[in-house]
Nanobody, 127 residues
């Protein structure tokens, strides 16, 4: 059964850092583009960062450019989101998604393309 599990969230002070993990089970991530998304209560889910399956190209949402970095470790079947210089407005539930088939990273980061979201991991940025 194909399954993605997000972890690594928590409470952090403004300016701090966190690393989120998206671990796959039941399939290998090598041939999948992966994206990180976030959603606050009452708001639409938005694409944060996405990475291709092939050449490692990446795409970032405007609000996180220069602060977040997405990376993948295919040997560990895991994709990471390194978050730095965190702001209170980064407080959200974070989710990951996977898609095969040569999708562009820009398209990957469109949340409406994906279904079957996991439980997510909560990130809270507060002093």
């Amino acid at each position: 059964q194909v399954h993605l599990v997000e972890s690594g969230g928590g409470l952090v002070q403004p300016g701090g850092s966190l690393r989120l993990s998206c671990a796959a089970s039941g399939f290998t991530l090598d041939d999948y583009a992966i994206g990180w998304f976030r959603q606050a209560p009452g708001k639409e889910r938005e694409g944060v960062a996405c990475i291709s399956s092939s050449d490692g190209s990446t795409y970032y949402g405007d609000s996180v450019k220069g602060r977040f970095t997405i990376s993948r470790d295919n040997a560990k079947n895991t994709v990471y989101l390194q978050m730095s210089s965190l702001k209170p407005e980064d407080t959200d539930e974070y989710y990951c998604a996977a898609q095969s088939g040569g999708i562009t990273v820009q398209a990957m980061c469109v949340a409406s393309r994906h279904k079957g979201w996991g439980q997510g991991t909560q990130v809270t940025v507060s002093s």
